[in-house]
């Protein structure tokens, strides 16, 4: 008797027992229409729609970036640098037309001999990889040179190129550079300002040529004064040492504040400004900040 009482106080309560039979009762309902012709054909239904719309998003997507053959070709033979590069990029990638690499380094050569910077870059790297040219690490060398400034990426395989040549592969390579350079300077246009600060370099350094330090200050404000930020740092520091033009202060700092407006490295052009604002009253510090609100480039 004790243990049957046992047994009854052990059974949940006629409240509790309701609830699990109405919980069976709706789980069998969702388990009956689970199984059911109408669950599977809404079920069909809805992956279907939903097919169907994941495939007109991606056609749409494809029309929105199908690149426009014609125009594109149209554009990069009337002479446009930016469409030769990017007929140059479609054939590389064999987006739009049939993958040859022949026909994108034909069309990157197109850009790069405009001075277009990206261009000469990639076309260092078809050189550098072999890829629809012979490997050449001396022509991979000249183009990386060429627009190496505006994108450190390409700085480790122009180092490697560097490498593998003779002395007298350097040697012609950098008397390219220099009749490439002098030529671009007087040009206005794709590459001109980088050409005139790389002159700048030349005869900072007497690389190729003898060292002139007017020269120098000649090439890098040509540059300067249009937007090359390096220029302005190199002008600055002329003006600070008086190597080239007289020294001037107030011009270093005026140069080395328009190098930290327009360029992110900003600690290097800080340092260098400071130094040289420990000479200047903070009137001529007031009238150099002016001048750099007001500076706009200008096309030498």
Not at 37 to 57: D, E, Y
Not at 134 to 142: G, S
Request: proline residues 3%; neutral net charge.
């Amino acid at each position: 008797m004790s243990a049957q009482r046992s047994f009854i106080t052990r059974l949940p309560p006629p409240s509790l027992l309701n609830l699990s039979n109405r919980l069976q009762l709706i789980g069998k309902v969702f388990f009956d229409f689970f199984r059911s012709s109408l669950w599977r054909h809404i079920v069909n239904k809805t992956l279907i729609i939903f097919g169907l719309l994941v495939n007109f998003a991606v056609l749409s997507s494809a029309v929105a970036s199908a690149p426009d053959i014609s125009n594109i070709q149209a554009k990069a033979e009337r002479g446009e640098a930016g469409a030769q590069l990017e007929l140059s990029d479609l054939f590389y990638g064999g987006r739009g037309v049939a993958k040859d690499y022949a026909e994108a380094v034909k069309w990157c050569r197109k850009a790069a001999e405009q001075g277009y910077d990206l261009a000469q870059l990639k076309l260092g790297s078809f050189y550098h990889q072999g890829q629809g040219v012979a490997q050449d690490y001396a022509e991979a060398y000249f183009w990386f040179s060429l627009g190496v400034n505006h994108e450190s990426n390409y700085d480790a395989a122009r180092n490697y190129a560097l490498k593998q040549l003779t002395p007298e592969q350097l040697d012609a390579v950098q008397k390219r550079l220099q009749a490439w350079w002098r030529q671009a300077a007087e040009q206005p246009g794709w590459g001109q300002a980088d050409a005139q600060y790389h002159l700048g370099d030349l005869y900072a350094t007497g690389l190729g040529v003898a060292k002139d330090d007017v020269e120098a200050a000649k090439w890098y404000r040509k540059a300067a004064d249009q937007i090359y930020h390096s220029a302005k740092y190199k002008l600055g520091d002329l003006y600070a040492k008086g190597q080239g033009v007289p020294q001037d202060y107030v011009e270093a700092y005026y140069w080395y504040s328009l190098g930290m407006n327009q360029q992110n490295n900003y600690d290097d052009y800080a340092k260098e400004r400071d130094a040289v604002a420990k000479q200047l009253t903070p009137d001529q510090i007031t009238a150099v900040q002016k001048r750099v609100k007001e500076w706009q480039p200008t096309s030498k």
